[in-house]
Nanobody, 126 residues
Framework: QVQLVESGGGLVQAGGSLRLSCAAS????????MGWFRQAPGKEREFVAAINWSGGTTYYADSVKGRFTISRDNAKNTVYLQMNRLKPEDTAVYYCAQQRGIYGMPRRSDNEYDYWGQGTQVTVSS
């Protein structure tokens, strides 16, 4: 059974930084694309970033490009999301997810992901 456990959320002032982590277990981590999504109150879940199995390919939503960085450590079965220059509109519950199928290219649609973490709250105050 795949488990994804996020950590690192919290309350931060606008302009600050946070680093989210997602520890994975249950299947060979290094074979799967990993993604980060977020959901703000009253809004649909949206794509934030994704990284391929090797870490060599990354995709970002336009809203976070240049501010957020996704990375992974396959030896630690962990994916990270470094968030800099945070804005109040970044406030959301952040979820990590593991994409369906091995050695795939990162996808932006949440329909492509079959395992999800429980989420971690990120709140950015103005």
């Amino acid at each position: 059974q795949v488990q994804l456990v996020e950590s690192g959320g919290g309350l931060v002032q606008a302009g600050g930084s946070l680093r989210l982590s997602c520890a994975a277990s249950g299947r060979t981590f290094s074979m799967y694309v990993m993604g980060w999504f977020r959901q703000a109150p009253g809004k649909e879940r949206e794509f934030v970033a994704a990284i391929n199995w090797s870490g060599g390919t990354t995709y970002y939503a336009d809203s976070v490009k240049g501010r957020f960085t996704i990375s992974r450590d396959n030896a630690k079965n962990t994916v990270y999301l470094q968030m800099n220059r945070l804005k109040p509109e970044d406030t959301a519950v952040y979820y990590c997810a593991q994409q369906r199928g091995i050695y795939g290219m990162p996808r932006r649609s949440d329909n492509e992901y079959d395992y999800w973490g429980q989420g971690t709250q990120v709140t950015v105050s103005s």
